[in-house]
């Protein structure tokens, strides 16, 4: 019902989550990402997302709505005041630029997502690194205003990215 109830990681394998279902019954939504893959060792068989269904007790859930999150078109977002947003989000900041120049994009505070400058994609982040910081190549830059996108998976502490014009690899 649009409210978070927990994350699962295939870190920890086997766990679950407690939902408690009103008696006339909750809609459940699941965001499923495909974090990278391991190439090496014997986890190489990777599968990504829902692989052995979803279980409410001992029921297996059935007749789902399955749609694609398509990042290559950002245009048509709709945008609400960051202080509206929880979970899952898209944010959108402006900044200006003097004289476009190479430079490293930050994210003190936020969890983990995508971020895009002017619709090139930068990239993956992560909380737990190992980077820190993601390139922003000066030809992605315009003189004057540019915007930055962020994807939020799961919130973030506060609603600002910073430049940087050092690499931080972690």
């Not at 990681?9 to 974090?35: C, K, M, Q, Y």
Request: glycine share 14%; hydrophobic share 40%.
């Amino acid at each position: 019902d649009r409210r978070p109830a927990g994350v699962l990681e295939r870190e920890f394998p086997g766990t679950g989550l407690s939902l408690d279902v009103p008696p006339a019954g909750a809609v459940l939504d699941i965001l499923v990402e495909n974090l990278g893959r391991v190439n090496y060792g014997p986890d190489l068989f990777d599968r990504k997302g829902i692989t052995g269904g979803v279980l409410a007790g001992d029921q297996t859930l059935f007749d789902w709505t399955v749609f694609p999150l398509p990042l290559d078109d950002l245009s048509g977002l709709a945008f609400r005041p960051a202080a509206e947003t929880g979970g899952p989000a898209f944010y959108r900041g402006r900044f200006s630029v003097a004289e476009p120049n190479d430079g490293f994009l930050a994210l003190p505070g936020w969890t983990k997502g995508v971020c895009w400058v002017n619709g090139h994609n930068l990239g993956r982040y992560w909380r737990v690194g190992p980077q820190r910081t993601l390139y922003v190549p000066a030809p992605f830059l315009i003189r004057g205003e540019n915007q930055v996108l962020v994807l939020e998976l799961h919130g973030t502490e506060r609603d600002a990215v910073e430049f940087r014009d050092r690499p931080e690899l972690g």
